[in-house]
C-alpha cells in the first residue's frame, strides 16, 4: 500500500494489478475490500493509476508493445515466483511479468516468506537468473527506525531505487562516522 501511495502522490504513470490472493490479504490485514479503499488508505490521488483486472490475460501490460519502465511485484508470493521462474504465466500478473523480462525491463519482486525452502530459493535464483531483482521485504535498522511505518518506508525506498524514481522517505547511508 505504502508503494503505491508513493507512486501515486509522485504521479508516476503506474498500472495496478490486484490477484484474488492480494484482495485477501488487504482485507485480512488492512480491511480494504475493494479499488475504492485501496484509493482512500493510499491517499486518493489515483490520476496517474490505471486499475487492471488480473484475470484479463489480455490487457494491456500482456503485450511487450504496450512500454513500461518495468514492474514490481509486492509482496510476491512463492506460487507468482514459481510461475516467474517457469514462464508459466496462468494470470495477468504472471504474463506482465513474463513480458518484463522477455523486453528486459525492470522486474523487482519483493518476497515477504519466510523461511524459504529449497524449492523456493531455486524458483528465485532462475528468476533472477532471467534477470529479475529480488528485494526481499527485509528493511535495515541503520536509520533508527522508531515506528513500523519507517521499516516499511526502507523497503519501499529501495523498491524505488531499483525503479528509478526518486524519494527521500529514508536518510541514505552516510558511512561510519570516525
Not at 508503494?3 to 504521479?11: D, F, P, S
Not at 484474488?20 to 480494504?32: D, M, T
Not at 517457469?86 to 525492470?106: F, W
Amino acid at each position: 500500500m505504502r508503494l503505491l501511495e508513493v507512486l501515486a502522490r509522485a504521479q508516476v504513470p503506474t498500472w495496478l494489478l490486484v490477484s484474488s490472493h492480494g484482495w485477501r490479504l488487504l482485507a485480512e490485514e488492512c480491511g480494504i475490500a475493494d479499488d475504492r479503499a485501496l484509493q482512500r488508505a493510499t491517499g486518493g490521488e489515483w490520476a496517474s493509476v490505471r486499475v487492471f483486472d488480473d484475470t484479463d490475460r489480455g490487457g494491456e501490460p500482456a503485450s511487450g508493445s504496450a512500454r513500461s519502465a518495468g514492474m514490481v511485484i509486492c509482496p510476491c508470493s512463492m506460487g507468482t515466483v514459481a510461475a516467474i521462474a517457469h514462464g508459466t504465466s496462468r494470470s495477468l500478473i504472471e504474463r506482465a511479468a513474463d513480458v518484463v523480462l522477455k523486453e528486459r525491463r525492470k522486474l523487482v519482486l519483493v518476497p515477504r516468506e519466510s523461511p524459504l525452502s529449497l524449492v523456493h530459493l531455486r524458483n528465485l535464483t532462475l528468476a533472477t537468473e532471467a534477470g529479475a531483482v529480488v528485494l526481499p521485504a527485509a528493511p535495515g535498522f541503520y536509520h533508527k527506525p522508531k515506528a513500523v511505518s519507517d521499516l516499511v518506508d526502507f523497503v519501499v525506498q529501495r523498491v524505488l531505487d531499483h525503479l528509478g524514481v526518486e524519494s527521500t522517505l529514508v536518510p541514505r547511508w552516510g558511512g561510519e562516522k570516525t
